[in-house]
Each structure stands twice: as structure tokens, then as C-alpha cells.
Nanobody, 124 residues
């Protein structure tokens, strides 16, 4: 099982980007797929998660209302639509997955599968 993240880039404040995380390998249909990010000199932090079984989403406060996570079940792909980007959104973004939902969905320690990361840079 592999997760492949893509879609990062260099944009200006207020611009939009859409990140894609594609899962490949054997049958892989995790209940939780999430995005985390890590800025230089900082710890990796939770951004958003989508729970497949009940189609529920959660966001960290700083992106709520600007970012949107969605999932294409047929393609086993998850997206992160990022609007109104700010310089503080600059980070390497990682997608992650786990088979079963966990109440600690915001903790990176709870995820078993990780993509390689994609750089998002927002200039002021």
C-alpha cells in the first residue's frame, strides 16, 4: 500500500491549491484519511480528516472555512482544496491513512500509512 501526495506549489496570499492523495496497492479502503502539515522548525500538525463510513470531516481551527477535504471512493483518492491561502499555511503537507477510525484522529501517531509529502509555499 502506498500513498502518493501531489499538487503542492508556490502561490501568493489568497490563492488556491488542491492537493491530491492517491492510494495504490492491494485493496485499500481505510475509514480515516487525513492531511497533516509540517512547517520548518515546527512539529507536524493535524489539518483535516475525512471518515469514510459516515462521511464526516474535521478540521483544525486555523483552516476551518478555508480548506475542504473530500474523497473519491472509486479512485481511492482524497483531496484537500485550499482556498484563501496565507503565508502561515506554508509547510510540507502529508496525507495519512488508517484502517479504522480513532477518536484521536488529530494525532499523527494514530496513522499507519503516510505519503511522501508535497511542499506548499505561500508568499506574502
Amino acid at each position: 500500500v502506498q500513498l502518493q501526495a501531489s499538487g503542492g506549489g508556490l502561490v501568493q496570499t489568497g490563492d488556491s491549491l488542491r492537493l491530491t492523495c492517491a492510494a495504490s496497492g492491494r485493496t485499500f479502503n481505510p475509514d480515516a484519511m487525513a492531511w497533516f502539515r509540517q512547517a520548518p522548525g515546527k512539529e507536524r500538525e493535524f489539518v483535516a480528516v475525512i471518515r469514510r463510513s459516515v462521511n464526516t470531516v474535521y478540521y483544525t481551527d486555523s483552516v476551518n472555512g478555508r480548506f475542504s477535504i473530500s474523497r473519491d471512493r472509486a479512485k481511492n483518492t482524497v483531496y484537500l482544496q485550499m482556498n484563501g491561502l496565507k503565508p502561515e499555511d506554508t509547510a510540507v503537507y502529508y496525507c495519512a491513512a488508517r484502517w479504522y477510525w480513532n477518536v484521536k484522529y488529530y494525532s499523527d501517531a494514530e496513522y499507519n500509512y503516510w505519503g511522501q509529502g508535497t511542499q506548499v509555499t505561500v508568499s506574502s
